[in-house]
């Protein structure tokens, strides 16, 4: 995959999508700079997963593009195929799950996990490299986490170790899933952390999903708000939340009655 300086990592035009008739996605158009967060809030229902599996090139069986298209680095990523999907997400769009644990075989170790699903992307990684993806993840003892059963380990750990693997192809574009619904708020702030390290310092572009608006104002500069299929406002973190033009997107400001100012920066 190219890293093409004069256009955009990725572009969604006019995109709509439906599920058997039902319209889900409803003309979404946005585009996201190489190294740049942003976030995407809805309630529940509001299209936000199936989006980013569209653009993780995971869109479901059942899902119907009607119109629009997406392109990453100038590629058309709905006519992706074969090897070129399969390197698209790895080492483009990296999809990660909502829930670290789910993201894995309950029956096999987390360490065969790792390398199968390296081994799907065509890649390898010794036992060092692997240590050194999980302690870039804040996992210090790696040899009995890739040991362990994905049920010996915290929902935490799990979400920390799937964030390891999906990293470890390199991709230029991060696609989070409501990363933290399932965690605890010592390990949402952990695994929360982690993304802005992974996108401030590493780099990597990140699209998050979430239902937190509070987590979308630490992590993102930029915000956009998805209600019924649609984007209803998009702009930056301060211009959606302290001055919500929309009123929906006011009633989901309003839901979170004392926000803190998280999003004022925080030393990594
Ligand atoms: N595989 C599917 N088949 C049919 N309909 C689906 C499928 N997946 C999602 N939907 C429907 O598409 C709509 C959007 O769902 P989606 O999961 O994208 O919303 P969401 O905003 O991510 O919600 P949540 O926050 O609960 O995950 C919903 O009406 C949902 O029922």
Redesign the pocket.
């Known amino acids: 995959m190219q890293d093409c300086a004069q256009q955009p990592l990725l572009e969604v035009s006019n995109l709509s999508a439906s ?1 058997g008739g039902t319209q ?1 996605l409803r003309s979404i158009s946005f585009n996201m700079r190489s190294g740049e967060s942003v976030a995407l809030v ?1 309630e ?7 989006l980013l599996k569209t653009i993780a090139g995971l869109a ?1 069986k ?1 899902l119907r593009v009607d119109a629009g298209g997406i392109r990453y680095a100038g590629q058309d990523v709905l006519g992706l195929r074969g090897k070129t999907l399969r390197a698209y997400r790895c080492e483009g769009a990296k999809y990660v799950f909502q829930n670290g644990q789910e993201s894995f075989d309950p029956l096999f170790s987390v360490g065969r996990q790792f390398d199968e699903s390296l081994r799907a992307h065509g890649m390898r990684a010794d036992a060092g490299t692997k240590l050194e993806l999980l302690e870039r993840m804040g996992v210090t003892d790696g040899e009995r986490v890739l040991s362990s059963l994905p049920s010996e380990l915290s929902g935490g750990l799990c979400q920390r170790v799937a964030l390891a693997i999906a990293l470890a192809g390199a991709p230029q574009l991060l696609l989070a899933d409501e990363p933290t619904s399932a965690l605890d708020s010592d390990n949402r702030k952990k695994v929360a952390n982690l993304l802005r390290k992974v996108n401030e310092v590493d780099g990597v572009a990140l699209l998050l ?1 979430t ?1 937190d608006i509070e987590l979308a104002a630490e992590l993102a500069p930029r915000i956009m708000v998805m209600h019924d299929g649609e984007i209803v406002e998009s702009g930056s973190r301060e211009e959606v939340l302290e001055r919500p033009r929309d009123p929906y997107t006011r009633t989901l400001v309003d839901s979170v009655p004392k926000m803190e100012r998280s999003y004022r920066r925080v030393a990594l």
């Open positions: 599920f889900v809805g529940s229902g509001s299209g936000k997963s199936t479901p059942a999903v239902h």
